[in-house]
Nanobody, 122 residues
Framework: VQLVESGGGLVQAGDSLRLSCADSGRIFSSYVMGWFRQAPGKEREFVAAINWSGGWTYYADSVKGRFTISRDNADNTVYLQMNNLKPADTAVYLC????????????????WGQGIQVTVSS
């Protein structure tokens, strides 16, 4: 599993962005995928997760109703659609992969992307 994020950037409050995380490995479809973020001076936190089929998703309360995680197993890509962005969403966003959802959500995955910056101006 080799993860590469894209789609970040600078936007204004209320705007939308869609992040992508592509896996160049061969076993993407068997992994639970997740998004995390780390703001300056803060610990990394969980954002959203999705199982292999897309039938189970889980969100942090802070993004519920604004962010949507999805995946395309044919393209080995997981997405994070972020709507109604707020300055508090400013952070480096990272994707992760793990076979076990509990390990993923607790940030004990062995597979992480390098991260991508999202900046939301007020």
């Amino acid at each position: 599993v080799q993860l590469v994020e894209s789609g970040g950037g600078l936007v204004q409050a209320g705007d939308s962005l869609r992040l992508s995380c592509a896996d160049s490995g061969r076993i993407f479809s068997s992994y639970v995928m997740g998004w995390f973020r780390q703001a300056p001076g803060k610990e990394r936190e969980f954002v959203a997760a999705i199982n292999w089929s897309g039938g189970w998703t889980y969100y942090a309360d802070s993004v519920k109703g604004r962010f949507t995680i999805s995946r395309d197993n044919a393209d080995n890509t997981v997405y994070l659609q972020m709507n109604n962005l707020k300055p508090a969403d400013t952070a480096v966003y990272l994707c992760a992969a793990e076979k076990n959802r509990e390990l993923l959500i607790s940030q004990r995955s062995d597979h992480w992307g390098q991260g991508i910056q999202v900046t939301v101006s007020s």
